[in-house]
């Protein structure tokens, strides 16, 4: 086979995304069009509508953009299949039905941000950073009937340093998962559309019924902070959803009225917490709250309704702050 053999349909959303479809039309792939969610609704009334970073991308490069409600639509489904493609890829896109993923000929491929069958999921990135991992990666896989579950193709390793935050992780599986993509259509086309593949639970020494980490979808409310947890933990989760969503925390006063406060970036000190898990204590210019064994240093903050600072800018204009409370 060879690489002008291969029709391609490209799916997916995120910036994430552009990447590797950026790599695809950069080495000549035919990519012969682009499946993206719908334009969303933005702005204080939801007036003004915003593509995604995928369709603006494919716009810029000439490349027909389809975007189901639903995919199951039996209009979309006969319009994607009237471009003939003999293969699909996918990138942080949605869950599909098999009366799509099953339809090119060589089948549907999925570039998943993690090692599997580790990390199975909607958020693979920030919660391998929020569990402390030293490593993560990028996976190739074909889609089948369940989440993340299908064959692997194959794998690339990427590590985690101590410091890094999920903008670091993200920025490097995104270069990572493109050049993934680009080795596996080279195995492919080697094994004329039949690549060799493998049962997930076979690559790794785990119980696929009882060892794996998910990676289930973010929401508000698992960013807030529990100060019950050891140090290291906490510096994990704050490093886990920075920049964005961000970790939260309530700031309680002594009156008992409370703030939002989110965190971006702690250092972890070996000051031992003789105090309750919440407590702050500014010592020499530290903002310092506890957590279950040592208290942990705030770097990088944020108040309800002001801009991020420094935890120095939120000092000077906090009075008091050993009567405040972190809950």
């Not at 509508?49 to 975007?67: D, F, I, M, R």
Request: charged share 25%; with cysteine; net charge neutral.
């Amino acid at each position: 086979m060879r690489k002008e053999d291969l029709r391609i349909v490209f799916m997916g959303t995120p910036e994430f995304a552009v990447e590797t479809l950026r790599a695809l039309v950069d080495n000549g792939y035919q990519v012969v069009a682009v499946v993206t969610q719908p334009d969303k609704p933005v702005g204080r009334h939801g007036s003004v509508l915003q593509p995604s970073a995928v369709k603006v991308y494919a716009q810029e490069h000439g490349l027909p953009v389809l975007q189901p409600e639903k995919m199951k639509d039996e209009s979309f489904v006969a319009t994607l299949r009237a471009y003939n493609a003999n293969l699909q890829v996918v990138v942080a896109f949605r869950m599909l039905p098999e009366v799509v993923w099953g339809m090119p000929e060589y089948g549907t491929f999925n570039v998943h941000a993690a090692l599997l069958p580790q990390y199975r999921g909607a958020a693979p990135i920030n919660w391998a950073v929020i569990n402390g991992e030293t490593q993560t990666g990028v996976t190739t896989f074909f889609l089948d009937h369940d989440i993340d579950t299908g064959r692997i193709i194959d794998a690339m390793p990427f590590d985690i340093p101590d410091d890094a935050d999920v903008e670091y992780v993200y920025d490097g599986l995104m270069r990572l998962g493109a050049k993934l993509c680009l080795r596996t259509l080279d195995k492919i086309i080697a094994a004329d559309g039949h690549p060799e593949s493998k049962e997930q639970c076979s690559m790794i020494n785990v119980q696929c019924s009882t060892d794996l980490k998910p990676a289930p979808k973010i929401f508000k409310e698992t960013c807030k902070i529990e100060w019950g947890q050891s140090a290291k933990k906490v510096y994990d989760f704050v490093r886990g959803l920075s920049p964005s969503p961000g970790a939260w925390t309530i700031l309680r006063d002594a009156d008992g009225r409370d703030t939002v406060l989110k965190i971006f970036k702690t250092t972890k000190t070996t000051h031992s917490a003789t105090v309750a898990p919440g407590r702050i204590l500014v010592d020499k210019k530290r903002l310092l709250i506890a957590c279950s064994d040592t208290f942990l240093q705030i770097d990088e903050l944020q108040l309800s309704g002001k801009k991020r600072m420094d935890a120095q800018s939120f000092l000077n204009g906090m009075k008091n702050l050993e009567n405040y409370f972190a809950v």
